[in-house]
C-alpha cells in the first residue's frame, strides 16, 4: 500500500470522525420530553412482552449509538423519518423500535460498511477505489436497514390480508346472533390470532380510553396499506354516520372479501408458470442438454470430424 493511500485513507477516517463529533455534541445533550414519554407509554400497552419497549432500553452503549444516529439522519433525505413512521406502523410497531432506533441502525450499518468498503477499496484500486469504496458504503449502510422495515411491513400487510376474510366472516356471525358491534371486535379479538386480531385489540382499547368508535376504526385503516381492510373500515364509518344496519354491511364486506380472496388465489396461481421459467431455463435445460446432447457430441469427437 502507497503512502498516498494510507494518506486517504487516514484523510477521510478524520473526516468522517469529524462529522460524526460534529452531529454528536448537537444530539448528545437531548432530553426525552414528557410527550416523548407518553407515547413510549402508550406503545408499550401494545407490546407483547411487558418491559421490552422504548424504556426498558439499557444506558450503556447509548453514545455511540445516538452518535450514529444524529449522522444517519443528516445524510438521509427529508421526508425520510415520516417514512419510516409509516413502515412502523405497517409493521405493527415493533416494540423498542422508534425512529431513532432505526437512525441508529443506518449510522452503525453505515460505519462498519463505509470501513469495509475504504479498506476494500484502498487495498483494491488505490485512491479511486478507497473513493468508490466511501460512497457504496455509506449508500449501502443507510439502505439496507430500511429495507428490513419495509419487508417487515409487507410480510404483516400480507397475514392481515389473509386473515381479514375469516374475521369478517366471524364478525359477520356475531352480529347476526345478536350481539353488538364491540362485543363482536372483542370476541374476534381474543378468538383469532394475529396481527389483524392486534389492529382490532388496539381499536378496542383506543376505545375504552375514550376515543369515538369511528376515530378508531378510521386510524385501524391508516395503520393499514391493505386495501380490503380500509374499504373495510370505510363502509363501517359510513354505516354509523347514515344509520345503515351494521349486520347488512358486514354481510356484504364478508361476501366481497370472500370473493376478494378467491379472486386473488387465482391470480398467484397463473403466475406459477411464469414465475418458473427462470429454474426451468437456468436449472433444468442445461442438465438436459447435457444428459441429451454431450454424448452425441463425445461420439462425434472420438470419430474425428471435430479436433478435440
Given at each position: 500500500m502507497s503512502g498516498s493511500t494510507i494518506l486517504l485513507i487516514g484523510g477521510l477516517a478524520a473526516i468522517f470522525m469529524g462529522l460524526a463529533a460534529a452531529v454528536g455534541l448537537l444530539t448528545v445533550g437531548h432530553r426525552v420530553t414528557p410527550v416523548e414519554?407518553?407515547?413510549?407509554?402508550?406503545?408499550?400497552?401494545?407490546?407483547p412482552v411487558p418491559g421490552t419497549g422504548e424504556g426498558a432500553r439499557p444506558a450503556g452503549g447509548g453514545q455511540i449509538s445516538g452518535v450514529a444516529g444524529g449522522v444517519a439522519r443528516v445524510l438521509t433525505p427529508r421526508g425520510t423519518s415520516s417514512w419510516i413512521e409509516r413502515q412502523l406502523d405497517y409493521?405493527?410497531?415493533?416494540?423498542?423500535?422508534?425512529?431513532?432506533?432505526?437512525?441508529?441502525?443506518?449510522?452503525?450499518?453505515?460505519?462498519?460498511?463505509?470501513?469495509?468498503?475504504?479498506?476494500?477499496?484502498a487495498v483494491a484500486d488505490g485512491l479511486l477505489g478507497a473513493a468508490v469504496g466511501l460512497v457504496f458504503g455509506t449508500v449501502i449502510g443507510l439502505v439496507v436497514p430500511l429495507i428490513v422495515i419495509y419487508d417487515l411491513a409487507q410480510r404483516r400487510q400480507d397475514r392481515i390480508r389473509r386473515e381479514l376474510p375469516d374475521a369478517l366472516d366471524l364478525l359477520t356471525l356475531c352480529v347476526e346472533a345478536g350481539q353488538g358491534f364491540d362485543g363482536a371486535l372483542t370476541l374476534v379479538s381474543t378468538r383469532m390470532t394475529g396481527p389483524l386480531a392486534r389492529e382490532i385489540a388496539r381499536a378496542l382499547t383506543e376505545m375504552q380510553m375514550g376515543m369515538r368508535r369511528v376515530d378508531a376504526i378510521r386510524g385501524m385503516g391508516a395503520r393499514t396499506s391493505v386495501s380490503e381492510l380500509?374499504?373495510?373500515?370505510?363502509?363501517?364509518?359510513q354505516a354509523a354516520d347514515l344509520g345503515i344496519p351494521i349486520a347488512n354491511v358486514l354481510r356484504e364486506q364478508a361476501e366481497e372479501m370472500r370473493l376478494k380472496r378467491r379472486q386473488h388465489a387465482d391470480?398467484?396461481?397463473?403466475k406459477v408458470p411464469v414465475k418458473l421459467v427462470v429454474p426451468l431455463v437456468l436449472l433444468l435445460l442445461p442438465a438436459i442438454f447435457l444428459?441429451?446432447?454431450?454424448?452425441?457430441?463425445?461420439q462425434i469427437m472420438r470419430s474425428g470430424l471435430f479436433p478435440q
Open positions: 414519554r407518553g407515547i413510549a407509554t402508550i406503545g408499550q400497552a401494545y407490546s409493521a405493527g410497531n415493533p416494540p423498542g423500535w422508534p425512529v431513532g432506533r432505526i437512525n441508529e441502525m443506518q449510522g452503525l450499518c453505515g460505519l462498519v460498511l463505509v470501513v469495509l468498503g475504504v479498506l476494500i477499496g380500509r374499504s373495510f373500515c370505510t363502509a363501517v364509518i391470480e398467484q396461481a397463473r444428459v441429451v446432447i454431450g454424448p452425441a457430441v463425445l
